[in-house]
């Protein structure tokens, strides 16, 4: 089975300054990995998904993740964060071969990004 | 249409009642998911859907909570004698094919807020 750990449950960040998400999963099979973010009162949307190819992987709104196969980690960056950046970000695995497993996605605790003027 | 749609988008019900909750998934989308999310709380995975086949039912809490869907549209998650635990954010999502081994982007409606007083 998979599982993933949003280490930190909220990140409070100055406007303009970097950011990083932390983002480890555990699986015994190649995974899919995902960002999603929910804004406040509104429904998850995607930010961006490895799947295979380059570990850097850059998703909408100036975010990037990269892929750490060795430290099992998927961690979400920004270089400079605006006020609207303010929402929660859930990290999502699935796994990469079906083969009986899971069909859905698995997601973190969910990390809230809280960015102050 | 466009995007997931959910209804009712909030519902306040007494305990013990029993409550249906509607997704209508994007069009062409032969999966279908439902997730809970209780307040502060990360996204539980609750039932997923795949075509025809038999839905993976591993994430339903208990015996009060079931799901069916019609073919590959409309799916009702039903709670049955809700209890005050039960009160949640109740996200539908749906996808190509899959997400689980193909990695397909799960699309997610902006949920139904159940309150169970």
């Known amino acids: 089975a998979q599982s993933v750990t949003q280490l930190d449950s909220q990140v409070p960040v100055f406007e303009e300054a970097p950011v990083e998400l932390r983002c480890n999963y555990s699986s015994s099979v190649s995974v899919y990995l995902f960002w999603y973010v929910q804004y406040p009162n509104q429904g998850l949307q995607l930010l961006l998904k490895y799947l295979s190819g380059s570990t850097l992987v850059k998703g909408i709104n100036g975010f990037e993740a990269e892929f750490n196969k060795s430290q099992t980690s998927f961690h979400l960056r920004k270089p400079s964060v605006h006020i609207s950046d303010t929402a929660e970000y859930f990290c999502?695995?699935?796994?990469?071969?079906?083969?009986?497993?899971?069909?859905?996605?698995?997601f973190g605790k969910g990390t809230k990004l809280s960015v102050k003027p | 249409g466009a995007g997931v749609s959910q209804s009712p988008s909030n519902k306040v019900t007494e305990k013990g009642k029993d409550v249906e909750l509607r997704c209508d998934p994007i069009?062409?989308?032969?999966?279908l998911y439902w997730y809970r999310q209780r307040l502060g709380q990360g996204l539980e995975f609750l039932i997923y859907?795949?075509?025809?086949?038999?839905?993976?039912k591993s994430g339903l809490p208990s015996d009060r909570f079931s799901a069916e869907r019609t073919g590959e549209s409309v799916s009702t998650l039903t709670i049955q004698r809700t209890q005050q635990e039960d009160s949640a954010v109740y996200l539908c999502a749906s996808s190509l094919e899959r997400a689980g081994g193909t990695g397909n982007t799960i699309y997610f409606g902006e949920g139904s807020w159940l309150t169970v007083v």
């Open positions: 999502a695995v699935t796994t990469l071969n079906y083969g009986g497993s899971q069909g859905n996605l698995i």
């Open positions: 069009s062409g989308h032969t999966a």
């Open positions: 859907f795949q075509g025809n086949s038999a839905p993976d």
